[in-house]
């Protein structure tokens, strides 16, 4: 005697019956739940069911044939392992956020420090002596033709200035931000922004015994012709506009440890991070405990809940 188990394709209610001798074949039966007329077909493929009463209204399933099969729909293999969520550290989350503060805080220290030295009087220190050397492209080689008879413009006052030859021009002036102009008959006005820093008198390289250019000597490329032009600003005045950036890659620094903090998005935890080495805190400090940040957040990304959201 064979036992055939089934489910009822209409209201997915099990049944069974048994045969006596052979047990392969087709036989028909009714659910026992529903009365659905069914066929079943037992071969060496399995058992296989099918509804004879497709043209009839099919009564709902009951509620204990729901329950089977929700509990089978949401049946997990047993192999599967479970999935433990898990808990923020907020330990390293705070280690992380004030590596990063600390090196934005040192970032808007130095910035500060670099800016304020840009724009100090240096009224303790003494004049320095600088070189104006004039240059024209139009000239021939050696030749200083009206080169030699210009007027030195120091801050929008006409000051003494000593013609050494070859279209050098000695004058003295205090360390700090200075506008130099130049006056030569036959040639446009030429300004240029300066920064002299504070300096021994007289600094010059050994081998040329003149001026370190953008130090205390400073190139003036004349152009023929009437009207003014601006030259370029000088290394360390293009120095102090990146200076200014350190601000604002120290707040943006401070906010990203703020996220960090809270747990809030790992990208701008890391683009804060990534702002503080920028910043430059102390000039070497503060960039090595940015990359310390970032090292660690790479290793503990999980511990953001919206890392792979944002």
């Given at each position: ?6 489910k ?9 019956f ?75 989350a ?44 139009h ?52 300004t ?104 660690y957040?790479?290793k ?11």
């Amino acid at each position: 005697m064979a036992i055939i188990d089934f489910k009822c394709p209409e209201c997915k209610e099990k049944n069974n019956f048994a045969l006596m001798g052979n047990d392969k074949g087709i036989f028909d039966r009714k659910c026992k739940a529903c009365n659905t007329k069914l066929e079943i077909e037992n071969n060496s493929d399995g058992i296989q069911v099918k509804s004879l009463q497709k043209n009839i209204k099919r009564k709902p399933p009951t509620r204990h044939a729901e329950e089977i099969q929700e509990r089978e729909d949401n049946n997990v293999p047993t192999d599967y392992k479970k999935y433990k969520l898990g808990i923020p550290n907020k330990k390293t989350a705070k280690f992380i956020a004030i590596l990063i503060l600390t090196s934005s805080l040192m970032g808007l220290f130095t910035g500060y420090a670099i800016i304020d030295f840009f724009n100090s009087d240096f009224d303790e220190f003494e004049n320095v002596e600088i070189e104006i050397q004039l240059q024209s492209t139009h000239l021939v080689s050696n030749n200083t033709t009206n080169l030699n008879n210009a007027q030195i413009i120091l801050d929008g006052e006409k000051i003494v200035s000593t013609y050494v030859g070859d279209g050098t021009y000695n004058i003295v002036a205090k360390p700090g931000k200075h506008t130099i102009g130049v006056i030569c008959p036959y040639y446009k006005n030429t300004t240029m922004d300066i920064f002299l820093p504070p300096q021994d008198s007289n600094l010059s390289l050994i081998d040329l015994e003149q001026g370190i250019e953008g130090t205390n000597r400073f190139t003036f490329t004349m152009q023929e012709g009437e009207g003014k032009i601006t030259l370029e600003k000088t290394t360390y005045l293009k120095m102090e506009l990146w200076f200014n950036l350190i601000f604002l890659f120290a707040f943006i620094g401070i906010w990203g440890s703020w996220v960090t903090y809270k747990l809030k998005s790992y990208n701008i935890a890391q683009i804060g991070a990534f702002c503080s080495v920028l910043a430059m805190g102390f000039l070497i400090i503060g960039p090595i405990l940015g990359i310390i940040a970032l090292y660690y957040l790479k290793k503990n990304k999980k511990m953001f809940t919206a890392s792979f959201k944002n």
